[in-house]
Every structure is written in C-alpha cells, then in structure tokens.
C-alpha cells in the first residue's frame, strides 16, 4: 500500500506536466490566446453550476479542432477515512490554433 504522500504525489504529476509545458509555451509565444472573461482574471475558464450546464467549453480563442469536456462528480474518502462529495471537470483540446505570437499552430492541451 502506497503512502498518502506517495499517492499525492503522483497525482500530482500530470498536473505540474501541464503547467511546467504551459510556462514553457508562454515563454516563446506559443501560448495559445486565452478566451475573454472567466472565473478569475488569471482563469479564462467557465464552469458548469447549479443554473448553467450549457457553458463555454474552451478556454482557448482563435481555435479549431477537436474538444471534449467531462464532468466528473462522486464521493472520495480522505486520508483519514472522511467521506466528501466532489465534482469536477475534464477538457482536452487537440486541433490549430493562433498563438500570442500571430502565428498558427497544431497542439494538444488538457485542463484538469
């Protein structure tokens, strides 16, 4: 049986992955063109609530391609066997796409 840390840890992973290609994608202008408006400044997402299913899916502007959004919601037990209701979502973009720097590229992305 693995730690806790150990099981955070490589939950972990794909995560910094993401953001370590993001900040390196930021860094010569191969960032894709966040849509306008969101959550937060810094969060050019929707998410889906209570009162609105239909939202938004892409956070990515000047994009066409494939997209696919999961909404994910169940019951996870902490560390020390507490039991709590959780709900998320998935996005997986992988098509063409205008980056800051003006010029059209092919990627993939995934937003956990």
Same mark, same amino acid.
């Given at each position: 049986? %693995? /730690?806790?840390?150990? =099981?955070?840890?490589?939950?972990? #992973? +794909?995560?910094?992955? #993401?953001?370590?290609?993001?900040?390196?994608?930021?860094?010569?202008?191969?960032? @894709? =063109?966040? #849509?306008?408006?969101g959550? /937060?400044?810094?969060?050019?997402? *929707?998410? @889906?609530?209570?009162?609105?299913?239909?939202?938004? +899916? /892409?956070?990515i502007? !000047? *994009?066409?391609?494939?997209?696919?959004?999961?909404?994910?919601?169940? &019951?996870?037990? !902490?560390?020390?066997?507490? /039991?709590?209701?959780?709900? &998320? !979502?998935?996005?997986?973009?992988?098509?063409?796409?205008?980056?800051? !720097?003006?010029? &059209? %590229?092919?990627? &993939?992305?995934? *937003? #956990?």
């Open positions: 049986m %693995r /730690s806790t840390s150990a =099981k955070a840890t490589l939950a972990a #992973i +794909p995560l910094l992955l #993401i953001l370590l290609a993001s900040a390196a994608q930021a860094a010569n202008g191969a960032a @894709p =063109k966040p #849509i306008p408006g959550i /937060s400044p810094d969060a050019h997402i *929707f998410v @889906p609530g209570p009162t609105a299913l239909d939202v938004e +899916p /892409s956070s502007t !000047d *994009f066409t391609g494939f997209s696919a959004l999961a909404y994910v919601s169940g &019951t996870a037990t !902490d560390g020390s066997g507490n /039991s709590f209701r959780r709900s &998320t !979502d998935m996005r997986v973009f992988q098509g063409r796409y205008v980056a800051q !720097d003006g010029i &059209t %590229r092919t990627a &993939t992305f995934a *937003f #956990i």
